[in-house]
T-cell receptor, first 115, second 111 residues
Framework: GAGVSQSPRYKVAKRGQDVALRCDPISGHVSLFWYQQALGQGPEFLTYFQNEAQLDKSGLPSDRFFAERPEGSVSTLKIQRTQQEDSAVYLC?????????????FGQGTRLTVV | LAKTTQPISMDSYEGQEVNITCSHNNIATNDYITWYQQFPSQGPRFIIQGYKTKVTNEVASLFIPADRKSSTLSLPRVSLSDTAVYYCLVGGYTGRRALTFGSGTRLQVQP
């Protein structure tokens, strides 16, 4: 596709349930980022991949959060035992650069609601 | 990471020029300055990026003074569709590849 695609667009999970959020980056983009955006706030960095290597996961809020990009393209963000505080929009972005000097393209996000 | 400070909100009218200033006092030598725009229920969208002096594209201009401790995003002749949140980001060759968003500036354009 022409842009970054995220699925599902909306996810409602019961507290304690595991969820998996998918990101299809722009083809050929080396860098992939995951962000979490709470209502009314700016996006908060979660993790960064360069190809299949997860080079920075310092923003993951707990060990319940796990991300992977096994073949250097599609990425999955998994949240185990979801809690209400995990409710947010999860944004994926990709970039052709290995550094922060070029445009990052964002998907529309997945809105996760934990009930 | 360089911290950015920008106004929480701004109001304008259609046809006016809007200038949003961002402070980044501890910007590093190799950091770029990037601005993103975000509409409700959408991901942020790149507007413009610069390193120093002035950059202009079809959407906006970015003014960066010599000391690079601040930058100003200029939107000429705004329309209602420019109502959005605008984020100033600083980063790049600092060893941290992810760009850090602040709280942004909510621009409301009135008719």
């Amino acid at each position: 596709g022409a842009g970054v695609s995220q699925s599902p667009r909306y996810k409602v999970a019961k507290r304690g349930q595991d969820v998996a959020l998918r990101c299809d980056p722009i083809s050929g983009h080396v860098s992939l980022f995951w962000y979490q955006q709470a209502l009314g706030q700016g996006p908060e960095f979660l993790t960064y991949f360069q190809n299949e290597a997860q080079l920075d996961k310092s923003g993951l809020p707990s060990d319940r959060f796990f991300a992977e990009r096994p073949e250097g393209s599609v990425s999955t963000l998994k949240i185990q035992r979801t809690q209400q505080e995990d409710s947010a929009v999860y944004l994926c972005a990709s970039s052709s650069s290995r550094e922060g000097d070029t445009e990052a393209f964002f998907g529309q996000g997945t809105r996760l609601t934990v009930v | 990471l360089a911290k950015t400070t920008q106004p929480i909100s701004m109001d304008s009218y259609e046809g006016q020029e809007v200038n949003i200033t961002c402070s980044h006092n501890n910007i590093a030598t190799n950091d770029y300055i990037t601005w993103y725009q975000q509409f409700p229920s959408q991901g942020p969208r790149f507007i413009i990026q610069g390193y120093k002096t002035k950059v202009t594209n079809e959407v906006a201009s970015l003014f960066i003074p010599a000391d690079r401790k601040s930058s100003t995003l200029s939107l000429p002749r705004v329309s209602l569709s420019d109502t959005a949140v605008y984020y100033c980001l600083v980063g790049g060759y600092t060893g941290r590849r992810a760009l850090t968003f602040g709280s942004g500036t909510r621009l409301q354009v009135q008719p």
